[in-house]
DNA sequence: GCGTCGCCTGGGAGCGCTCCCATGGCTCCG
DNA sequence: CGGAGCCATGGGAGCGCTCCCAGGCGACGC
């Protein structure tokens, strides 16, 4: 009976043995693991050989386990917003996030949850210890997940500006409102003086930004109309809306649309209308989409740095975790007008 | 002092105070927690009482300690080259492979890496037990780290067709050959008989298989002309490839490109060389992606079902997880041709 | 009526790690 | 030269769970 017994799982080199390696104990090699200053240089380097020449690599359950700390944020996203995925927004933030929390030794998971009984689960992972901090994209306005995982201690960072306020919970967005406001401007600075928005949907932050954006931009300025119609950053949206406003002012030589997509649709509606753009009608979007880059004309359209976004939607909730109750501000970042050949 | 001592974590009950509260033993609800059969009906009720009663969720760590599984799959992006691969691909597989996901206890994990050492990354990951099994996507033509993963005995599924022979490492992947050949076949039943295709990169499945469904199509046919030009995926390369071919023979009536950016760019070319399409020439596309909706005239196109493709991902990771060491072969799933304006 | 079988159940051992206290040796000061 | 103090280290005690074996008990058969 020699050969049978547990055999102890060969791949994979426990503590203990590299402790035996080394010739020193569990606990010294913990502490040179995890950073720990009181081992002097001798040990330090006897242990560090002997995990070199073992090809240690700490057991996360075991630790985790014992730290209560699982080293994992959980992103979780509402897929029943479909807008999410039709945009490469949901990527790019991904890739912000992951890069940023790469170069910790924090994992990211990631969890598609629209549905009640899948927002439980995500309140299960966290009160379980699963993972250390949250982010969440895409809420619907009163979603209470955010509020209820913060209140219950666990670091959350939101994506988006929250429509309730949530007592204190950190979120990044873009300077809606400024890139908004900047497009506007530059539209007026080229001569335009018959003004009109098509805005996003007004329960979204968003949606409310950007049209306040577009009134400051041409707040107390003389000799100007402004517009209004109403989209729901959908293509078909801005198509609809634009139509409308031409029947209510045949006039309008500006127009700026709080999405790519509705600016498309727009721009579709101009031409069956024959007007030229931009040499009748500029037209400004939003995103800076791939869209933007596509259509005919192109797209002049306010960018925002998404990947920067994820970025700082990671930092967010290092913050936290690393300094437990801390209150964050917000992260707005700068948005960017680019200039392409609509406006 | 009294108020001290251990402070037993009050929000998180552990099996021990389960098995208390029911007034059975550790091990009676263990098998409960499992789905053992081995339980009499009381027992049962009364332990399935106390879970509920105290909220108890099973503690991953601890669990995943004994058992050396994570119950964790590892889902690698390699973001070098997400150019290539149109981002709303990614979002809509990642949702289909989530979706598929979350009816089981599996954890989505994921991770952009694209530099070597962050492949060696992941094979540590692996390695050490923080994931059950890993789906790749996007992956370099020689990229040794799915060998290498499928031989240390770890369940390992591609997204797209691997250009080298992975041993028995199964894939998913659209029916690209099928598509491309529908896709031409339909132009050819449309009367038109001078044809050219934008290919895709020729070092990359999806170019190759698009390029030969094309061939496929036609071959054999009679008084048909065929004309091949290369491009990259993206928009620039379809245009400058469409100006040449009109070059080569200006008569093309029917030109089929392997990406809808492609499609885009070539309308584009066509445009401005005064072609009507598709009275002129007829148009088709691949991936039915959003610019194929945006352009005017809308794309006709090939469609993939991403979501479906993410599905099978993660079904094709589970079954080697289930079953070790079995063979799967690849899922090759069916396209469909869109019809819009172009064609 | 006693032995046997099988079904349930209890609980010890141990997964790999961190935490913390005890220990031993050494330096330094009076 | 002795004692105090400090630093580096060793190793026990768990973290919460699963696995597995032993044992109790009722039912059934001879």
């Known amino acids: 009976m020699p050969s049978s017994s547990r055999m102890r799982t060969a791949g994979r080199p426990t503590l203990e043995q590299v402790a035996a390696e080394a010739g020193v104990s569990r606990g010294t090699v913990s502490r040179v693991v995890n950073g720990s200053l009181e081992v002097s240089a001798g040990t330090l380097k006897a242990v560090q050989d002997a995990i070199r020449k073992l090809g240690y690599v700490p057991n996360h359950a075991a630790r985790s386990l014992v730290t209560r700390r699982s080293d994992t944020v ?11 995925f039709s945009e490469p927004f949901f990527a790019a933030l991904v890739r912000g996030l992951s890069q940023e929390l790469s170069m910790t030794t924090l994992q990211l998971n990631l969890m598609m949850a629209s549905t009640a009984r899948q927002h439980e689960r995500v309140e299960h992972l966290v009160r379980n210890g699963h993972v250390d901090g949250v982010a969440l994209i895409s809420l619907h306005g009163d979603d209470p997940l955010p509020r209820n995982l913060a209140a219950a201690g666990t670091p959350v960072a939101l994506s988006g500006r929250p429509m309730s306020d949530m007592d204190h919970v950190p979120y990044v967005d873009a300077d809606n409102l400024g890139g908004s406001r900047a497009a506007t401007e530059y539209l007026y600075q080229q001569g335009r003086r018959r003004f009109a928005t098509i805005t996003g949907p007004q329960d979204m932050a968003a949606g409310i930004d950007r049209l306040a954006g577009f009134r400051s931009a041409l707040k107390g300025r003389r000799g100007v109309t402004r517009r209004v119609a109403q989209g729901d950053f959908g293509q078909a949206s801005g198509e609809h809306a634009m139509r409308e406003l031409l029947t209510v002012d045949p006039e309008i030589d500006a127009v700026f649309a709080a999405s790519d997509l509705m600016a498309a649709g727009a721009l579709r509606a101009l031409r069956a209308e024959g ?6 009608v500029a037209l400004v979007g939003f995103d800076d989409s791939d869209v933007a880059r596509n259509t005919e004309p192109s797209l002049t359209s306010v960018r925002q740095p998404v990947h920067e976004m994820g970025r700082e939607l990671a930092r967010l909730l290092m913050t936290q975790i690393d300094r437990p109750g801390q209150r964050l501000p917000p992260a707005i970042l700068p948005t ?5 050949e609509s406006a």
């Open 74 to 84: 959980l992103f979780v996203v509402s897929e029943s917003d479909a807008r999410v």
């Open 275 to 280: 007007r030229r753009v931009p040499d009748d």
């Open 336 to 340: 960017e007008l680019v200039r392409r």
